[in-house]
Nanobody, 126 residues
């Protein structure tokens, strides 16, 4: 059974940084696309970044480009999201999501992913 467990959220002031972690387990195959999404109150869930674990190829949406960096530690089966220069608009619940295979052209769609974590809250104050 696939499990994704996020951690690292918290409250920071604008301009600060956080690093989120997502520990993955139970994948039936060794290769998968794993991603970060976020959802602010009253808004739709949106993709931030994704990575294909086999070759480390990264993908970003406009929401994730520039200030956020996705990375992985395959030895630890852990995904990271380094978030710098945080803004109040970045406040949201951040979710880890994954599915088997490559990160296809539709990876930024919520429906692309089968497996989801419970989320970790990020709050940025001005």
């Amino acid at each position: 059974q696939v499990q994704l467990v996020e951690s690292g959220g918290g409250s920071v002031r604008a301009g600060g940084s956080l690093r989120l972690s997502c520990t993955a387990s139970g994948f039936p195959h060794s290769t998968y696309c794993i991603s970060w999404f976020r959802q602010a109150p009253g808004k739709e869930r949106e993709a931030v970044a994704a990575i294909y674990n086999e070759n480390g190829r990264k993908h970003y949406t406009d929401s994730g480009k520039g200030r956020f960096t996705i990375s992985q530690d395959n030895a630890k089966n852990t995904l990271y999201l380094q978030m710098n220069s945080l803004e109040p608009e970045d406040s949201a619940m951040y979710y880890c999501a994954a599915d088997l295979g490559i990160c296809g052209d539709s990876w930024a769609r919520e429906a692309y992913f089968t497996y989801w974590g419970q989320g970790t809250q990020v709050t940025v104050s001005s």
